[in-house]
C-alpha cells in the first residue's frame, strides 16, 4: 500500500477512533452508576465553571500538556486531535443520548460505554499517532523520575478521583468497575488494530527510531 493511502486510512481511524472515545465517555457520564477518573474530575468542574463537559475536557487536556514540557514528552497529531476532538464528541453524544429510566437500562448504557471505550482506545492507539495528554503525563512520570507505569497511572487516577469527588463529580461503583476492567480489555485489542494493511507496522511507515512488530506483541495499556 502506497504512502499516501496509508495515511489517508490511519487518519479515517484516528478520527473515527476519538470520536468512539468521547461517544463512550458520554455513555458512561448517561449511566449515572460511576464513572472513570478523568471523567469524575471533568464532572467535578462543571460545578465550578460555566463551560460544557466538552470544553472543559479540551481545556483540561491543554493544561494536562503544559505538564508535558517539564517532563519532556513530545505530543503528535493523533495527542493533539485527542485534546480537541474527544470533548466536543462527547457534547454531541450526550446530547442525543438521555439518561435511561431503571436501575437496569442505566447499567446496560455503562456496560456498552464501557466496551465502547475499550474498542475506542486500541482503535485510536492502533492508528500510531500518539497517544493522548493523560496518557503521555503517566509516560513523563514514567520516564522522568523512575516510577513504575502501574504506580503513576494509580497515583495520577486516585489523585484526580479525590479532586473529582471533592468537587462533585459522579463516583459509584462504575468508577471501580472502570478501573480495574479496562486494561485487561484493551489489551487483546490492540493487536486487532495492528493487522489492518494500513498499520504502520505492517505497511512499513513507521516513525524514525521505531522498529516493527508482530501484529500479535503486546502494547502497553493506556490510561483512561
Not at 442525543?96 to 475499550?118: E, K, Q, S
Not at 478521583?161 to 472502570?178: E, K, N, P, Q, R
Amino acid at each position: 500500500m502506497s504512502r499516501p493511502t496509508a495515511l489517508t486510512f490511519r487518519t479515517l481511524q484516528l478520527l473515527v477512533g476519538l470520536f468512539l472515545y468521547g461517544a463512550s465517555t458520554a455513555l458512561q457520564v448517561r449511566a449515572v452508576v460511576g464513572v472513570s477518573s478523568w471523567t469524575v474530575l471533568t464532572e467535578g468542574l462543571e460545578h465550578v465553571v460555566p463551560w460544557s463537559f466538552g470544553i472543559i475536557t479540551v481545556v483540561s487536556s491543554g493544561v494536562i500538556l503544559l505538564f508535558w514540557i517539564p517532563l519532556r514528552q513530545k505530543p503528535g497529531i493523533g495527542t493533539l486531535l485527542n485534546a480537541l476532538l474527544i470533548g466536543p464528541c462527547a457534547d454531541l453524544v450526550l446530547w442525543i443520548v438521555p439518561t435511561p429510566d431503571g436501575l437496569v437500562a442505566r447499567i446496560a448504557l455503562f456496560v456498552a460505554g464501557l466496551v465502547l471505550l475499550a474498542v475506542a482506545t486500541a482503535f485510536y492507539i492502533g492508528a500510531g499517532f500518539g497517544t493522548g495528554a493523560r496518557d503521555g503525563l503517566m509516560v513523563g512520570l514514567h520516564q522522568r523520575l523512575g516510577w513504575p507505569i502501574w504506580l503513576a497511572r494509580t497515583l495520577i487516577e486516585v489523585a484526580v478521583v479525590i479532586v473529582g469527588w471533592f468537587l462533585g463529580g459522579d463516583v459509584g461503583a462504575g468508577t471501580v468497575i472502570a478501573a480495574f476492567a479496562i486494561g485487561p480489555m484493551v489489551q487483546p485489542m490492540m493487536p486487532v488494530f495492528r493487522r489492518f494493511p494500513w498499520s504502520p507496522e505492517r505497511s512499513g511507515h513507521l516513525p524514525p527510531g521505531r522498529e516493527a512488530r508482530p501484529a500479535s506483541a503486546p502494547e502497553p495499556t493506556p490510561a483512561p
